[in-house]
T-cell receptor
Framework: AQSVSQHNHHVILSEAASLELGCNYSYGGTVNLFWYVQYPGQHLQLLLKYFSGDPLVKGIKGFEAEFIKSKFSFNLRKPSVQWSDTAEYFCAVKNSNSGYALNFGKGTSLLVTP | DSGVTQTPKHLITATGQRVTLRCSPRSGDLSVYWYQQSLDQGLQFLIQYYNGEERAKGNILERFSAQQFPDLHSELNLSSLELGDSALYFC????????????FGEGSRLTVL
């Protein structure tokens, strides 16, 4: 079945630690890949997206993600997290097999401690 | 502010009732999507409309229906409500149906008692 898997459901890091959140998908064909962030009490906001070209994508707030086609992965990274990065992070995939709707992983809850 | 407006922000109702959630997409966006977010299921895609026509269907129950009007706003109707329908319902819009990011509203929190 087509799905989006996020490996870590809850992550706790200290400020300045490095972050990597895993995301794998099982869709075939051409995919568009996204990472969204949901800060407490707020709506989802786009962090970054990959459509084509350079597989290393840079987004807002120092986040980046790498698309590895052979591994069907799109992991999110940040070299040094801040307390303000505490939020829920969602990986999402869009392709023709899904009717171009955005299909989300279950999310990873990140808590950054001072 | 994403430009997507959802009303109401909060709604409390009883089992068996019917409610309507409303969404106004960003100016110029033709595509509207509805999602349900719950603790156990995460973000579930319900249905997508493009320029008034249904484009894709996800895990939407038969008790739920939606439509997109000529002015492009959309409504999600939830009927015969059950306790398990309590969730945050998000609307999102995008410029086209096929490509592009989605812009999300702030959601409508439905509580069924």
């Amino acid at each position: 079945a087509q799905s989006v898997s996020q490996h870590n459901h809850h992550v706790i890091l200290s400020e300045a630690a490095s972050l990597e959140l895993g995301c794998n998908y099982s869709y075939g064909g051409t995919v568009n890949l996204f990472w969204y962030v949901q800060y407490p009490g707020q709506h989802l906001q786009l962090l970054l997206k990959y459509f084509s070209g350079d597989p290393l994508v840079k987004g807002i707030k120092g986040f980046e993600a790498e698309f590895i086609k052979s591994k069907f992965s799109f992991n999110l990274r940040k070299p040094s997290v801040q307390w303000s990065d505490t939020a829920e992070y969602f990986c999402a995939v869009k392709n023709s097999n899904s009717g171009y709707a955005l299909n989300f992983g279950k999310g990873t809850s990140l808590l950054v401690t001072p | 502010d994403s430009g997507v407006t959802q009303t109401p922000k909060h709604l409390i109702t009883a089992t068996g009732q019917r409610v309507t959630l409303r969404c106004s997409p960003r100016s110029g966006d033709l595509s509207v999507y509805w999602y349900q977010q719950s603790l156990d299921q995460g973000l579930q895609f319900l249905i997508q409309y493009y320029n008034g026509e249904e484009r894709a269907k996800g895990n939407i129950l038969e008790r739920f229906s939606a439509q997109q009007f000529p002015d492009l706003h959309s409504e999600l109707n939830l009927s015969s409500l059950e306790l398990g329908d309590s969730a945050l319902y998000f609307c999102a819009s995008s410029e086209t149906s096929r490509t592009g990011e989605l812009f999300f509203g702030e959601g409508s929190r439905l509580t069924v008692l």
